[in-house]
Each structure stands twice: as structure tokens, then as C-alpha cells.
């Protein structure tokens, strides 16, 4: 059951009270305990038709004088504070694994060593995850956020301790700290484009939080072979080197964490949509994490959403943990424009990212931008793979930033596609679902390529993403969009309140359920 039906304006008398005994004989009155509407009975026997996914467009003029919102310039300091300590995380994530023969040769380990100091950002998140989603329900998004950047904050410095030959175990103690933040801070986006801006921006708000993240890779790609440069001969310099950019990622993580304490709070004082202001109704303890999750494994659209996103972005999770070793196969002594590929390959996906979460916005066509882009990442994939042999590295810059401009692109969507096939479940489990299968299928895929590289070099080990990404494109052709939050936003005045008839505890309210329709509530 969804968040509630658009009743006809002749049938529906919003705002009544129990005490009013002026109504016409052919009306009764119902009440779920939350939300109080009278209605007539026939209105029961009648069927809304579910608009088109290509025409659900937000109305040009809507006031709602029973849910009142409004909007808040807060938000945007919440989203750039956000952003900037996600960047931060993502940083610390790829800063090992793009100069990997680097850390091998100064902590004398090997290349599966240095990958496991990324693949530990996987490992963590999933079994954290469900703790994580029920803090973020429970204690709401500023503990969440706090947790995230103090974490990040504290990984950084015990880094700062880890500059030796032979204190790899310290680093890796480190990236575990580091990995266990990332869990409070990946499934935050959507939660913060909900609660704190409108439907006509909530697309592109999410898009800009993931974009955070994807920068802080991008980075990661570009700074760490220009601070850090292959000094083979003289572990000092190389240990002196990698010392300048932990104080400085340190450095950086504090004074965020400290604009978190100042910034980030759970929600503005008025809900920024009627879909939010229509959540804030329902008491917390009607609601049900466990209950939640069950709702949302049962939800088969959103179980296909889980598998094609866990493909996708752990293929992305994959190159970009193990593109130093792919490049420097080919072109041997290349570090620094391996990081530019890198750079190329994210810059280009913000970009994809922050048309998308546009584009969204103005058409909610999400089902069909999500497959028009997983479809250009599968081509994107092939053509990289290919050309990977070519020896111009000019054409590797090209197809890397084609590969990232759709790969990377296809996060935000996933997000809120799947918050929109799932509302009015919380926003925060929803997209940490979405994460905890692209971590598993990013371990996954990490290892099973990394070796595939090993053993018999790179082009075994692109196809074998290749074919995955094809699987991918089938389940999400199979996903049928149902797009509940949005229905709820274009209600109006003529309508009566959408409510949800069976609130997040799966409570029933009354004999009558409205049912959902298709692309409407």
C-alpha cells in the first residue's frame, strides 16, 4: 500500500471535523488515526486511469492550503557541507589504489595488499549498513552526518601515523576507520534532496550531493601522482611525500567536521514538499524499520533496481580501483596521466550526473533516462575496452571521459528512481540498499577482474564487466515505474489530502483501502 489515492474534487470534502453533523446523508466518515477525510462511498467504485511516465510533468501553479511548505536558503549550506566532507571520504578511498606500484615499493607489499585498502570501503558498508539506515531513521540526519564526518576526520590523522616502511597495518587501520564513515555518508543524498528541498529541484539537489562524492574521486585521481611521484631510489622523499598529503586530508577533514557541528541539521522547520509534509504526519513510533526493509524486499521493481544499480556502479567501483593497473600495462611509467584518466573519466560523469538530476526534474521520466543511460554505459565500456591496446593515450582520455560521463552519470538516477518506487518508505534505507549491493557486486567484481588482469591482462578483464553491464540493461528493462512520490507532490487543492492508509507500521486504518495506480498515488 502507497502513500494514499487522488480522490475527485466532487467527492471529497477535505478538513472535516468529527463533530460536524451539517453533511449530507450520503456521506461517512473514516479516520486512520492520523488523518482525518470524508468521502463518499461511490467514490470506492471508481478507477483513476495512471498517467504516462512521459507525461508526468509538475503542474506549473499548485497551493495546497492543508499541507503547508516552504522552502529554506539553509539547504543550500546543508547540501555544499555535504558534499564537501563526502568529497573528502571518496578522496581517501582511491588515493592508495591510483599510485599502487608506489605504496607497494614504500611498504614492500603486494598489488592485492594495496587493492584490499579500497575493497575494505566495500567490506565495511555492507554489514554496517543496517545499523546505519535505522540511526539515520531513528536519530534523524544530523547524528548521521556528525558520525560520518567525525569518522572520516579521525581516519585521516591515524594516516598521519602510518608513514613508515612498516607501518602498512597503521594505513590499513586507517581505511578501515575511513571505510566505517563512508557508510554514514553514502546514503545520505537522497535523504538531504527530500528533506530539504522542493519536487521542482529534488532531482538535481541529489545529483549535486552525489556529486560531491564523484569530485573527491576525481581528485583523488589528480593529486595523489602529483604530491606523491615515483622517487624509486629514495624512500624518505617517497615517505616525506605521502606525509604532506595525509596532514593536509587531515587537516581538510577537521575543519569540515567542525562546519558540520555548525551547519547540518535534521530537517527545516516547514516540510520543503507535500510528500514530505505528508510523512511528518506520521507519528515516529508507528513507524517499523524491520517492517520497512520487508516492504522493500517485497517490492519487486525496487529488487530489480537493487541488482541493475549493484551492476553498474560496482563496474565503476572496479575501474576505478584497478585503472592504474590497467593503463600501466600499456603504457609503463605513466602515473601521472593514469590520474589524469582518472580525473577525465569522473569530471566527465559529474557533468552526466548534473544533466541527469536536471533532465529528471523537468520530465520524471525515470525509467526511460535510466535506460537510455545504462544502455550509452554499455557502449561506453565496449569502446574502452578496445581501445585500451591502441598506444595513444589521447584516445584512452576520449573514451574514458564517454565511459565516465554515463557510468558515473547513472548514480543519481538510481537514487531516485529507487525513493520514488519505494515511497513512502524512508529515503535513507532505500538508497542504503542501493549502496550495500554496489558494494557487494564492487567487491565482487574488484577481485574477479583484478585477477582476471593478472593472470591474462586487461581486455579479459573489461569483458567479463562487459558482459555484466548486458545483464544489467535486461533487469532494467524489466522495471516497472510506479512513481508514488511524485504523485503525491501534484496533488492540489481539488484533491484530498494523499495520505498514506497504511502508514510505514503497516497499521490499517479503517475497512476501506485506496489502492495505487501506476505512475499515480
Known sequence: MVAGELLQEQHVLPDSTEGNTDEEPSYKELSNGSVHITLDPKVLEQELPPPDEKEAMLPGEQNNAELETRLYWRRFAVLAVFSLYSLVNAFQWIQYSIITNIFMDYYNVSSIAIDWLSVVYMVAYVPLI??????????????????GAGLNALGAW????????????VTMTAQVICSVAQVFILGLPSRIASVWFGPREVSTACATAVLGNQLGVAIGFLLPPVLVPNTVDNKDAMGHNISIMFYGTAGVSTLLFLLTIFVLKDRPPLPPSKAQAVLSIVPAEDYSYKKSIINLFKNIPFVLLLISYGIMTGSFYSVSTLLNQMIITYYPGEEVNTGRIGLTLVVAGMFGSILCGIWLDRTKTYKLTTLIVYVLSFIGMVVFTFTLTLGTLLVIFFTAGVLGFFMTGYLPIGFEFGVEITYPESEGTSSGLL??????????????????ITDY????????????ILIGIVLTALIKSDLKRHGVNVSNTNKAQAVPTELPSEKASSDVKLESRETSI
Request: net charge positive; hydrophobic share 55%; proline share 5%.
Open 130 to 147: 543496517f545499523p546505519a539506515t535505522w540511526l539515520l531513521d531513528k536519530k534523524g540526519l544530523r547524528m548521521t552526518a556528525l558520525l
Open 158 to 169: 591515524v594516516k598521519c601515523a602510518s608513514v613508515g616502511p612498516s607501518l602498512f597495518w
Open 435 to 452: 549502496n550495500a549491493f554496489a558494494q557487494v557486486f564492487g567487491i565482487i567484481f574488484t577481485l574477479i577482474q583484478g585477477q582476471l
Open 457 to 468: 591482462g586487461p581486455l579479459s578483464g573489461n569483458i567479463f564487466l562487459c558482459a555484466w
